[in-house]
């Protein structure tokens, strides 16, 4: 009897390579589907040796969609091995400068990449499936989510003299200060790209009333949730303290991101490069969680803008008093945090600091390691450094986003895979649910690569010695 | 002739030199009408067409065995390759990772962080693509167009889209290479 493999190589749509493999087993059903992430970069070892002040430059080539996170991560970690707080206008600077980011990537990623499969279909032609088929089919629509991605980036620009890997936050604060001209120009783009957004948010929920069937068979499972929270557990982005829920949205922890070390530990399968991390003290893996946008909405119990919050209300009211497990709401929850971020960039240019040219501590008190944590697009990012009494780095520990969900895109994954493909007759549109398991998820695979890669998928049949038969890949 | 077909793909790069493309903002509807977008990291399909592209586009450093294919297999499929970005053109930030062996970058990732358990291993399922030192794209395949920056500027990268679509050779100098 031929026992089959379908490997899906590479899922397109999401950041970095991926590659799926769906084991089929005699009876034409699937067996298991495993999510392999495939690429090994090694950021944790060739940093050794370098000044602590050259990371928030080198640490963002991890990842060019959101490299503000590693920047910013960076700068807390280097802040901490200084003992050298950040003065308040910095700390403004620097949270404006990840709203920019959140709104540009959360933005790109609802219209430029999943979008297709929403506007168009799962079963639209692959070759239309993309933005250029959006452009075709709504150019109106399409170009207003150029100008939010476009208004998201112009802030990094502004503050870091570069859309992508800009040079702006250092240890202890930040190397430049807002003029009033730059705060009234970012001003007077925030009214439409708050209409953009709530188009989005509109057009999410319609999707979501019309396709009620995909949303309940697509990926749901019972998880716990992390993310940064502010003391009253509302959603905090850019700096506050770690929250873990359970998948009955009971709070397991509230610790400071220094202590992660006794809270997580991370899990390592054969088959990828991406490693596993759990809450620890459940083991591995009654212990998972997921992260990003469903983790943060699930796991805070408000939001400090009022047209956000009034959304989080919404959206909590989809399973009242418990978290919300659907993968593909993971679409919903993105879009309320890019309104959150897009109320922030106005709370924080009205504080009366925003122009203060103070924004540099320039203590030099050298610890020898630091933590510094801060919510990713994609979720929780963890970088942890020690150094020599140099500040010269010997050793670094990361723990990206991606990284915490990846045991959810990997049952993700399985669960589409056996919800779908339920017989010999596998279509590409069921092929390219599989991947839209994933890109729920907005992975970043070259983040998940510091350490980790190439994400491709491919539908591969073998027979019960492991031989290749046939391979499908979407084409 | 109808609008030349363009492919790209990502190898050992961080995405930014993708992202510095959309960075053209308003200006992709002008590629889009100049040119075919075929395989991309943002389209569906899944490799360039057997019957050929006009343009091949190649981000990040090739730095494992399945780099190594997908670069052979875009230098076969295009007339034209482009190399985008820094870690295409000499190996970038990756490129790094050949001051240690890789078994200690290995080893460090999946054995020795203070946060993996007890169950680190280096992982070496035959799925998954196997290092090797880190190299530029044109020490493994040749190269027509080189674009450097880290990533390139979005101006100059629809220079390059915009000249490489109306059949002509780039220059990439003077002011090209001058990134913010
Ligand atoms: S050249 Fe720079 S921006 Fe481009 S892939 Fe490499 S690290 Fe990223």
Redesign the interface.
Known sequence: MVTQKITIEPVTRIEGHAKVTIRMNDAGKVDHAYLHVNEFRGFEKFCEGRMVFEMPLITPRICGICPVSHHLASAKTGDAIYGATPPHPASLLRELMHMGQIVQSHGMHFFELAGPDLLLGFDADPAIRNVAGLLAADPALTLKAVNLRKWGQEIIHTLGGRRVHPNFAIPGGVNKALTAQERETILAGLDDSIATIQVGIAIIKDWAEKNAEDIDKFAVFATGYMGLVDQNNALELYDGQLRMTDSRGKQLEKFEPSHYLDYIAEHVENWSYLKFPYYKKMGYPQGVYRVGPLGRCNNSESITTPLANEELNKFKALNPGKPVENTLLYHYARLIETLYAAENVRLLLDDPDILSTDILNTCRNIQPEGVGVIEAPRGTLIHHYKVNENAQITSVNLIVSTGHNNWAMSEAVDSVAKAYITGPDIREGMLNRVEAAIRAHDPCLSCSTHAVGQMPIILEMVDSDGKLIESVTRD | MGKPKVSSD?L?????????L??M??R??TV?ELAD?RST???????PDATGVDVGILEGAI??T??EEVAQKMRQRCKILVALGDCAVFG???A??N??T?E???R???VE?????E???I???P???V?TKVRALQDVVPVDVFVPG??PD?DTIFYVLAELAQGRIPEVKGDKLH??
Not at chain 2, 12 to 20: D, F, I, T, V
Not at chain 2, 113 to 117: A, G, L
């Open positions: 990502w050992a790069g961080c995405a930014g030199c993708h992202m510095s959309l960075d903002d308003e992709i509807a889009l977008l990291p943002i389209t569906d399909l899944k490799e730095s494992n399945y780099n970038g930030v990756p790094m990772r001051f240690f890789i200690e970058s290995l460090r990732a999946y962080t203070e946060s993996t358990d169950s680190g291993k992982p070496d399922d799925e998954l693509a290092p880290c990533p979005a990134w913010h």
